[in-house]
């Protein structure tokens, strides 16, 4: 037999029980052939000498906004501490563009600025341009006036309020410039879609990054119609990023729930399709819903008010009976359901919906989840186990973002937030994600928070929540395959299996705690190929 390529001078960690360590991997079609013994004798077309480096499975990120990523990568960074700051940013930006042109930039929060930008200043930065903000969230931005104009609201009084979203209001009544949730979409009605060839574009950049981190598979929570989707020509931009080589990662596809609708007698996309069309490279997984809104923003459905807000416990996008019924209808047609419930009180509908579902028409592999699943109590976390269903909690939230989620509940129920051990302790499979670009995407960094819960502060997160390395790795190998359906084919590196890894400048599990985020990837391989050589092992 002749490999394809055989990496030798490795150190595998490969997640595999029966073979926790290797120093040989041999490749044949994309898949691993063996390891160490099991390649003995064997010749190969190409040889790679790993250096004695360690390696890993291939990081899997099963909440992960490849595309959006990409769009930001294009817009003005606005991942500052200073108000004032960024709106000398908008002003640089604006000076550099035609007087009609519109000033987008991503990445703000007002946890950290103190306030939302405001309309007027933005008037003022921008010089009378069309600006439009978007928070880091996702979930709201901010808009100028003009932007307001093009929106169809030359006059401002008549900017409505939107169902399952919020039109920020001065003291006169009128738009201060803040929209969130549902109501974005007077903003995405100008600005979406993107075209076609920026939209690949922002694919091809947002891949290259992620390979240089390590990433060799993600799930893409929102194509087409949606709140995070850009337009119906979503998949068909990831199938021609592929066909040309500038998609180097195994992409599942979520679309947005707006994109279903009846076919013939049943519920979903044109010609039937749904949860698990495509291939080992680019598939269709679950559809996304969206049940509630933000954290940091403040804007998820709590079951109590915000700290230092009261009154406000968020809201529902939709009222609580229309998605039951969605829930209700996916399920029956056979989808994998991924839900957005960040709030206790939005956890509980959701869970109620997917338990009637089940009770209705059992399905005991469905495999429905929970995106973010972000507040929760310990009667939740029991009945998350007990119906099957999957959270999908972000790690790098801890860090980057953990401030202002810990002010947003108070310290009486921050031990409900964002959990992580006891999901594992009640027997759940927990996915590693990162919901890139909310914060950064690098897998390692999120590891890093898994293990160590401290904030962007030095407070500590969540310490009864912390997990061991072993578990953090698991957990963005084969936690998000399982996620996916896909821990036959991925998640740990032995015979049969797809040939990803990620090959580290030092050892997980030797290096202290505090020092994991300063691990770097050296190479990426997916199928047994290169996506990503820092350290030249093909030169």
């Given at each position: 037999?002749?490999?394809?390529?055989?990496?030798?001078?490795?150190?595998?960690?490969?997640?595999?029980?029966?073979?926790?360590?290797?120093?040989?991997?041999?490749?044949?079609?994309?898949?691993?052939?063996?390891?160490?013994?099991?390649?003995?004798?064997?010749?190969?077309?190409?040889?790679?000498?790993?250096?004695?480096?360690?390696?890993?499975?291939?990081?899997?990120?099963?909440?992960?906004?490849?595309?959006?990523?990409?769009?930001?990568?294009?817009?003005?960074?606005?991942?500052?501490?200073?108000?004032?700051?960024?709106?000398?940013?908008?002003?640089?930006?604006?000076?550099?563009?035609?007087?009609?042109?519109?000033?987008?930039?991503?990445?703000?929060?007002?946890?950290?600025?103190?306030?939302?930008?405001?309309?007027?200043a933005l008037d003022r930065a921008a010089g009378g341009r069309p600006v439009w903000l978007q928070h880091t969230s996702?979930?709201?931005?901010?808009?100028?006036?003009?932007?307001?104009a093009l929106m169809g609201f030359p006059d401002l009084t008549a900017v409505p309020d939107v169902p399952g979203g919020?039109?920020?209001?001065?003291?006169?009544?009128?738009?201060?410039?803040?929209?969130?949730?549902?109501?974005?979409?007077?903003?995405?009605?100008?600005?979406?879609?993107?075209?076609?060839?920026?939209?690949?574009?922002?694919?091809?950049?947002?891949?290259?990054?992620?390979?240089?981190?390590?990433?060799?598979?993600?799930?893409?929570?929102?194509?087409?119609?949606?709140?995070?989707?850009?337009?119906?020509?979503?998949?068909?931009?990831?199938?021609?990023?592929?066909?040309?080589?500038?998609?180097?990662?195994?992409?599942?596809?979520?679309?947005?729930?707006?994109?279903?609708?009846?076919?013939?007698?049943?519920?979903?996309?044109?010609?039937?399709?749904?949860?698990?069309?495509?291939?080992?490279?680019?598939?269709?997984?679950?559809?996304?819903?969206?049940?509630?809104?933000?954290?940091?923003?403040?804007?998820?459905?709590?079951?109590?008010?915000?700290?230092?807000?009261?009154?406000?416990?968020?809201?529902?996008?939709?009222?609580?009976?229309?998605?039951?019924?969605?829930?209700?209808?996916?399920?029956?047609?056979?989808?994998?359901?991924?839900?957005?419930?960040?709030?206790?009180?939005?956890?509980?509908?959701?869970?109620?919906?997917?338990?009637?579902?089940?009770?209705?028409?059992?399905?005991?592999?469905?495999?429905?989840?929970?995106?973010?699943?972000?507040?929760?109590?310990?009667?939740?976390?029991?009945?998350?186990?007990?119906?099957?269903?999957i959270p999908v909690p972000q790690g790098r939230f801890i860090s980057e973002i953990g401030d202002g989620m810990l002010?947003?509940?108070?310290?009486?129920?921050?031990?409900?937030?964002?959990?992580?051990?006891?999901?594992?302790?009640?027997?759940?499979?927990?996915?590693?994600?990162?919901?890139?670009?909310?914060?950064?995407?690098?897998?390692?960094?999120?590891?890093?928070?898994?293990?160590?819960?401290?904030?962007?502060?030095?407070?500590?997160?969540?310490?009864?929540?912390?997990?061991?390395?072993?578990?953090?790795?698991?957990?963005?190998?084969?936690?998000?395959?399982?996620?996916?359906?896909?821990?036959?084919?991925?998640?740990?590196?032995?015979?049969?299996?797809?040939?990803?890894?990620?090959?580290?400048?030092?050892?997980?599990?030797?290096?202290?705690?505090?020092?994991?985020?300063?691990?770097?990837?050296?190479?990426?391989?997916?199928?047994?190929?290169?996506?990503?050589?820092?350290?030249?092992?093909?030169?």
């Amino acid at each position: 037999m002749l490999l394809d390529t055989l990496f030798v001078n490795g150190r595998f960690t490969t997640l595999d029980p029966r073979r926790p360590f290797a120093t040989r991997l041999g490749v044949f079609g994309g898949r691993i052939a063996g390891l160490d013994e099991e390649v003995d004798g064997v010749r190969a077309e190409v040889v790679v000498d790993l250096r004695g480096a360690p390696a890993v499975p291939g990081f899997n990120d099963a909440h992960h906004h490849l595309s959006l990523r990409g769009q930001r990568l294009r817009e003005l960074d606005l991942r500052l501490s200073d108000l004032e700051e960024l709106y000398a940013r908008v002003a640089e930006r604006a000076a550099e563009l035609p007087a009609s042109a519109w000033v987008r930039g991503s990445g703000y929060d007002q946890n950290k600025l103190g306030a939302h930008p405001s309309r007027e200043a933005l008037d003022r930065a921008a010089g009378g341009r069309p600006v439009w903000l978007q928070h880091t969230s996702g979930h709201m931005g901010v808009a100028s006036t003009a932007a307001f104009a093009l929106m169809g609201f030359p006059d401002l009084t008549a900017v409505p309020d939107v169902p399952g979203g919020s039109v920020g209001r001065d003291a006169a009544g009128l738009p201060d410039g803040l929209l969130t949730e549902q109501a974005q979409e007077l903003a995405h009605r100008v600005l979406r879609p993107v075209a076609q060839e920026e939209f690949i574009e922002g694919i091809a950049l947002a891949s290259q990054a992620a390979a240089s981190e390590g990433l060799t598979s993600f799930a893409e929570p929102g194509v087409g119609h949606g709140l995070v989707g850009n337009g119906p020509l979503d998949v068909a931009a990831f199938q021609e990023a592929l066909r040309r080589g500038l998609l180097r990662q195994r992409a599942t596809l979520m679309p947005g729930s707006p994109n279903l609708h009846a076919v013939g007698d049943g519920f979903g996309l044109d010609l039937g399709i749904g949860t698990g069309l495509g291939d080992e490279r680019l598939r269709i997984g679950a559809v996304k819903i969206f049940s509630d809104g933000s954290l940091i923003g403040r804007t998820a459905a709590m079951c109590c008010d915000y700290a230092g807000e009261p009154g406000n416990r968020g809201f529902l996008q939709e009222d609580a009976g229309t998605l039951r019924e969605l829930i209700l209808r996916a399920h029956d047609a056979g989808w994998q359901i991924a839900t957005h419930a960040i709030g206790d009180h939005a956890v509980d509908v959701v869970l109620d919906a997917y338990a009637e579902a089940q009770a209705r028409r059992p399905r005991p592999e469905a495999r429905h989840r929970i995106e973010h699943c972000a507040v929760t109590s310990d009667e939740q976390v029991a009945r998350i186990a007990a119906l099957g269903v999957i959270p999908v909690p972000q790690g790098r939230f801890i860090s980057e973002i953990g401030d202002g989620m810990l002010a947003a509940l108070g310290p009486s129920r921050a031990r409900g937030c964002y959990r992580q051990r006891s999901f594992l302790d009640a027997g759940i499979v927990l996915p590693g994600s990162s919901d890139c670009p909310v914060v950064e995407g690098a897998p390692l960094l999120g590891l890093h928070d898994l293990v160590n819960q401290r904030t962007a502060a030095g407070e500590p997160f969540n310490p009864d929540e912390a997990l061991t390395v072993e578990q953090a790795l698991r957990a963005y190998t084969l936690g998000s395959a399982y996620a996916s359906f896909e821990e036959g084919v991925k998640g740990s590196l032995e015979r049969g299996k797809l040939a990803d890894f990620a090959v580290l400048s030092d050892d997980l599990f030797a290096v202290h705690p505090a020092g994991i985020r300063d691990i770097t990837v050296t190479a990426t391989v997916v199928g047994g190929a290169f996506t990503h050589d820092a350290a030249g092992y093909t030169a």
